[in-house]
């Protein structure tokens, strides 16, 4: 069983849930960082295959094998502790996710304008250290917000579902369903989220350059801004170990660009947002929590 099923499952988040009610926060951390040096330690484990395998190509080819390791363990080391908060947040509430947040005057700034102008928008970003939490905090901030995600496994998708929609978060696993749903809340001026650095595991997406490196990504995003006429909003939420606080920020408003036909339109606008997404997973490549392989390891195999 890999990290993302086990941090997924119900057992896991109701156990999680449970440590964040009864552990002080020392003690959680300890937990946590004992069990991610663990997983670090395994090296040829499929888990760390992955995570040094989209490391690797985040860090470029200047990067050797000692800091691609070293920051995969890193990025473990960082999940350990971005969960604990996580369940520890949820289980006190949500004075709890804005104690452990701040948000960004920019971030306010475009909220604010989404909401004088009254128009629909996405926000989308990278899965960078608590995005979970980021996405809750603004939800405990008044802001409505309805998200776009691939399901989960059965035995936690209804259990994060409960919780994220306690948080203000109306989830829609994404599907024919979803997409209609999306483009009806940004008609009416709502908010949707997602993230886009995660390859669509059901083979839709369309092939585009990231870091240099043909990756699978989606572009749903895209074809709905496009249809509605909204802005994207880049997002993350980033951990600042100087205030020990995790960092909400939108970074870039992007107005939609028609270059040619539909086709042209979508892959322009998609990758002028990746652009933006590179940026952010660059500047934090150690709280890049992305445990799926991001780039085809056949096209690796094809270039070695």
């Not at 050797?64 to 920051?71: A, S």
């Not at 405990?140 to 035995?155: N, Y």
């Not at 028609?258 to 940026?279: A, I, K, Q």
Request: hydrophobic content about 40%; glycine content about 8%; charged content about 20%.
């Amino acid at each position: 069983m890999e990290i993302r099923e086990i941090t997924n499952s119900a057992t896991a988040l109701r156990f999680g849930y449970w440590l964040g009610r009864n552990l002080p926060a020392r003690v959680g951390y300890a937990i946590a960082d004992g069990a991610t040096t663990i997983l670090g330690r395994r090296t040829n484990s499929p888990l760390m295959q992955t995570i040094q395998a989209n490391i690797r190509v985040v860090l470029g080819p200047q990067a050797g094998d000692e800091q691609v390791l070293r920051t995969s363990r890193d990025v473990l080391h960082h999940a350990g502790r971005v969960y604990w908060d996580l369940y520890k947040a949820l289980a006190i509430g949500p004075e709890a996710l804005l104690a452990h947040t701040r948000v960004s005057p920019q971030t306010e700034y475009y909220l604010g304008e989404i909401a004088r102008q009254g128009r629909g928008a996405l926000m989308v970003g990278p899965h960078v250290s608590n995005f979970d939490m980021g996405a809750l905090s603004i939800a405990a901030r008044g802001v409505k917000m309805s998200a776009l995600a691939f399901a989960l496994p059965p035995s936690g998708y209804s259990l994060q579902n409960e919780v994220r929609l306690a948080g203000g978060i109306d989830i829609m696993p994404i599907d024919v369903s979803a997409l209609r749903k999306a483009l009806a809340v940004l008609k009416r001026g709502g908010l949707v989220a997602t993230a886009v650095d995660r390859p669509d595991p059901f083979g839709g997406g369309e092939m585009l350059p990231f870091f240099g490196r043909a990756a699978r990504l989606p572009v749903g995003h895209v074809r709905l801004a496009l249809q509605t006429n909204s802005p994207i909003l880049i997002s993350s939420c980033e951990y600042r170990p100087t205030d020990k606080k995790y960092m909400v920020h939108i970074s870039r408003w992007i107005e939609m660009e028609r270059v040619g036909s539909r086709e042209e339109d979508v892959r322009h606008n998609t990758l002028r947002v990746l652009n933006g997404v590179e940026r952010l997973v660059a500047a934090r490549p150690e709280q890049w929590l992305m445990f799926y392989p991001v780039w085809d390891e056949d096209m690796f195999r094809r270039e070695a």
